[in-house]
């Protein structure tokens, strides 16, 4: 994470936002929707679901917002959520996380990841964010460890989809 260049800009989600994840969702297959929103939302994605959730972090909650990643340009190019923010603990929880499709596969997904921790730790003065990937997601998996995040605990049935156990791996990056 130190001394590396990163492109991506941080800034907090916007209603209008929604029309990116959902076009970032409606060609994605439904065992890879299901992988970022761990039963949160319903396949298909819609503006009705994303207006919830906006209005749940954004106006309701104390201990979390989510954020919109930009690119160079100043596009859209990844979302996140930072939930469960305990100032006296220094711990947070990220997740959501999801990247503009044709940006993936390019190391993007790391630098938003870094980005986010940076914000954590640099801007927030948190020591410690924790996350969960599901075990059969093994780019995202790969990209957390890119980013600093190491494995510290494995739930064999986090989730039941369609009468299949979905495990987690819980990982945690801590400040540098």
């Not at 940076?118 to 599901?134: C, D, P, Q, T, W």
Request: hydrophobic share 40%; charged share 25%.
């Amino acid at each position: 994470m130190k001394g590396e260049l990163l492109m991506m800009r941080l800034r907090p989600y916007k209603p209008s936002d929604a029309w990116h994840l959902l076009r970032w969702w409606e060609a994605a297959p439904e065992g890879e929707f299901v992988k970022w929103s761990a039963g949160k939302f319903s396949y298909p994605l819609t503006i009705e679901q994303l207006d919830t959730y906006f209005s749940e972090w954004a106006l309701k909650r104390d201990d979390g917002w989510l954020m919109t990643a930009l690119d160079e340009k100043g596009e859209s190019a990844g979302h996140f959520i930072l939930r469960l923010v305990d100032y006296g603990a220094g711990t947070a929880r990220i997740g959501f996380i999801v990247l503009r499709p044709e940006l993936r596969g390019q190391g993007r997904g790391k630098e938003l990841v870094c980005q986010a921790l940076r914000y954590a730790f640099e801007i927030l003065g948190l020591k410690r964010m924790s996350l969960g990937v599901f075990v059969n997601n093994e780019p995202a998996m790969a990209c957390y460890e890119a980013a600093g995040f190491v494995r510290r605990e494995y739930v064999p049935e986090y989730m039941n989809y369609n009468g299949e156990a979905y495990g987690v791996y819980e990982m945690e990056a801590e400040q540098p």
